[in-house]
C-alpha cells in the first residue's frame, strides 16, 4: 500500500485503554495500513496508575490527571481482569497473590506493553491533545497539540480518532450548606494521597460507592480517630469495623459541627468528598463531544465504542464504560475497534439507523440494571459480544463467577476481603495467600508484595 493511502490513527491518552489500543494495532501487524499516533500529556504511559504528588495542576499548569493515593490495592481480583496471552505469573515468574497494590498493577501492565513489542515509538509525551474537529468535506480530523515542553501548537490530520482520556479524573463536586465556613480541611478524593495525614482525625466521608468504602477503611487502618461515610441514595451497608459508621446525607455544618437527615450531628476534624467525577472531553468541538454521566453503556455509542452522532463513523470512545472487567473489556474494545477500522470485523453493521438501534437497546438494557450482579452480568455481555466479532478469547468473560464471589466476599467482611484466594483463569494456579492480611500490610512495594529477593 502506498504511503497517501495509508489511514491514519489518532488515539488520545495512553492509558490503560489508550496503550490496549496501541497493542493492538501493533499485534495486527497492521503498519503496513495504519500510521498511529498517540498523544499523551503525562511524561509516561499509565493513566491513572501513575502515582503523583501533585494536585491541582501539573508542572505545566495542566490540570492533574492522576488520582491514585499511597497504599492503594486493587479492589478486584486481579484474576478478573488478567490478560489472557500475558498473565500475572508470566509477568512475575511466579504466583502471586489476588488483591496486588497499585505498583504492582502497574508494573505488570507495563510488562505486556513492552513483552515482545515496542509501543514507545507510537506515542509523543507531554502532549496534550486541545481541540479535535471534523470536517464533513474531506472526512478528516483536524487534532490541534500542545507540546508542553516547548510550548508549541500544531495540527495535524487524521482519518480516525480515538478518544482514550478517562473518566476518573474531573471530580464531581457538590456545595453543601454552611460547608464554606466549616472549620476544618476539605478535599475531593481526587487529590487525596496519603491516609496518615488524617491521624488522629474525626473524618466525614460524602458519598457510598468504591471511594468511600476504600478512604473509610484506608484512613481507619492508619490511625484515623473515627469515620463517618454520609450517603444520598443508599447507604454501602457493610459490616463495618468499630470506628466506621453510616449516616443519612449531611443537611449542613456549623463550625465543625456535621447535621444529618436523621437529625443526629458529630464533630468532625475533616471532610473528603468522595462523589465521583464527571465525563469531560473539552477538546472535542461540540458536535463530537460524549454527554453522559457513569454508566456501564453511555448513550449513542455503537457497541459502547462508535460515536454516532458526529465524524461519520471514523470516531471512537474508548473505556467511557464504568468499570468491574477494566483491563480485558479495554483489551477486547480495542481489538474490536482497530479491526473495525481495518475493516476486518465480522457482522459489520449495514446502516446507521441499524448501529443506533443496537446502541439504544443496549442502554435500555443498561438502564433496568439495579443490582451488582446485574452490572456483573451485563459487563460480561458487553465484552461476550464484542469477543463473538472479533475472536478475542472466549474464556474471557469466566470471570464473571469470580466477581460474584467477590461481591459475596465483601458483604461477609469487607476488612479481609482482600486477603482471599482466586484461581487464573488461563493457568490454573490459585493464588498464593498475601504475607500479610490486608488489614496489616503498609508496604505497597513490589518487592514486600512479590515477596521477590
Ligand atoms: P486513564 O487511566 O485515566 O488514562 C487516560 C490517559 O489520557 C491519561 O494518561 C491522561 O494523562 C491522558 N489524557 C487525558 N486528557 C488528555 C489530553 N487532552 N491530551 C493528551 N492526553 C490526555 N481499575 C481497576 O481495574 N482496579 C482498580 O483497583 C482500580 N482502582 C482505581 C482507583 C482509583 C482511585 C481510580 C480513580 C480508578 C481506579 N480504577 C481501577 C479504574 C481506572 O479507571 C482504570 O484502571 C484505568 O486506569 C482506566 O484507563 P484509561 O486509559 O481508560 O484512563
Ligand atoms: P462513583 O462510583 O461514581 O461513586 C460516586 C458516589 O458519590 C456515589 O455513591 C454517589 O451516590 C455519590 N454522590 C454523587 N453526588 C453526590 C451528592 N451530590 N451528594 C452525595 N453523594 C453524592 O465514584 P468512586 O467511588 O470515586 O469510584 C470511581 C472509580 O474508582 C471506580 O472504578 C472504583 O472502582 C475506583 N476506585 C478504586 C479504589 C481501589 O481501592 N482500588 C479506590 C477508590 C476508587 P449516589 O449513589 O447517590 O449517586
Given at each position: 500500500m502506498n504511503m497517501a493511502n495509508k489511514k491514519k490513527v489518532c488515539v488520545?491518552?495512553?492509558?490503560?485503554?489508550?496503550?490496549?489500543?496501541?497493542?493492538?494495532?501493533?499485534?495486527?501487524?497492521?503498519?503496513?495500513?495504519?500510521?498511529?499516533?498517540?498523544?499523551?500529556?503525562?511524561?509516561?504511559?499509565?493513566?491513572?496508575?501513575?502515582?503523583?504528588?501533585?494536585?491541582?495542576?501539573?508542572?505545566?499548569?495542566?490540570?492533574?490527571?492522576?488520582g491514585m493515593y499511597k497504599h492503594l490495592w486493587s479492589n478486584g481480583p486481579k484474576e478478573c481482569l488478567e490478560f489472557p496471552d500475558y498473565t500475572f505469573e508470566k509477568h512475575f515468574g511466579k504466583a502471586i497473590p489476588s488483591y496486588p497494590p497499585r505498583p504492582v498493577i502497574k508494573d505488570y501492565l507495563e510488562g505486556r506493553w513492552t513483552s515482545n513489542v515496542d509501543l514507545r515509538p507510537y506515542i509523543k509525551f507531554n502532549t496534550v491533545v486541545r481541540h479535535v474537529e471534523y470536517n464533513d468535506l474531506d472526512k478528516k480530523f483536524i487534532v490541534e497539540i500542545t507540546n508542553l515542553e516547548t510550548d508549541q501548537s500544531s495540527k495535524e490530520t487524521f482519518d480516525y480518532v480515538i478518544v482514550a482520556t478517562g473518566i476518573f479524573n474531573v471530580p464531581n463536586v457538590p456545595d453543601l450548606p454552611g460547608i464554606d465556613t466549616f472549620e476544618g480541611t476539605i478535599q475531593h478524593v481526587h487529590n487525596f494521597r496519603d491516609a496518615k495525614e488524617f491521624k488522629g482525625q474525626r473524618l466525614l466521608i460524602v458519598g457510598a460507592s468504591y471511594s468511600a468504602e476504600d478512604l473509610a477503611l484506608q484512613c481507619l487502618k492508619f490511625g484515623a480517630k473515627s469515620v463517618v461515610c454520609t450517603w444520598r441514595t443508599k447507604p454501602m451497608g457493610f459490616n463495618w469495623p468499630k470506628g466506621i459508621e453510616e449516616r443519612p446525607l449531611v443537611q449542613k455544618f456549623d463550625g465543625n459541627v456535621a447535621y444529618f437527615k436523621d437529625g443526629s450531628n458529630a464533630e468532625i476534624d475533616a471532610v473528603i468528598f468522595c462523589t465521583g467525577y464527571k465525563y469531560s472531553f473539552p477538546f472535542m468541538e461540540g458536535k463530537l463531544r460524549l454527554q453522559s454521566s457513569l454508566s456501564m453503556f453511555p448513550d449513542n455509542l455503537y457497541k459502547g465504542s462508535v460515536y454516532l452522532l458526529g465524524g461519520n463513523n471514523q470516531l471512537f470512545y474508548m473505556g467511557i464504560q464504568d468499570q468491574l472487567y477494566s483491563f480485558t473489556m479495554f483489551d477486547?474494545?480495542?481489538?474490536?475497534?482497530?479491526?473495525?477500522?481495518?475493516?476486518?470485523?465480522?457482522?459489520?453493521?449495514?446502516?446507521?439507523?441499524?448501529m443506533k438501534s443496537n446502541a439504544q437497546r443496549w442502554c435500555q438494557n443498561c438502564s433496568e440494571l439495579k443490582k451488582c450482579h446485574d452490572e456483573i452480568d451485563f459487563q460480561t455481555k458487553f465484552i461476550a459480544d464484542l469477543s463473538k466479532d472479533v475472536g478475542y478469547y472466549p474464556d474471557a468473560t469466566k470471570a464473571r463467577e469470580m466477581f460474584y464471589t467477590w461481591e459475596h466476599d465483601k458483604e461477609k467482611n469487607i476488612v479481609t476481603y482482600r486477603d482471599q484466594c482466586f484461581t487464573s483463569i488461563y493457568t490454573g494456579t490459585k493464588s498464593p495467600r498475601p504475607t500479610a492480611p490486608w488489614w496489616q500490610a503498609k508496604d505497597d512495594s513490589i518487592k514486600a508484595f512479590v515477596n521477590k529477593k
Open positions: 488520545i491518552g495512553a492509558g490503560p485503554s489508550g496503550m490496549a489500543a496501541l497493542w493492538n494495532f501493533s499485534k495486527l501487524k497492521s503498519g503496513n495500513d495504519v500510521d498511529v499516533v498517540c498523544y499523551e500529556k503525562q511524561k509516561s504511559w499509565g493513566g491513572l496508575w501513575n502515582y503523583s504528588w501533585r494536585t491541582g495542576t501539573d508542572g505545566y499548569g495542566e490540570p492533574c490527571h492522576a477486547v474494545q480495542a481489538l474490536w475497534i482497530c479491526k473495525y477500522i481495518l475493516r476486518n470485523i465480522s457482522n459489520e453493521p449495514k446502516s446507521l439507523s441499524e
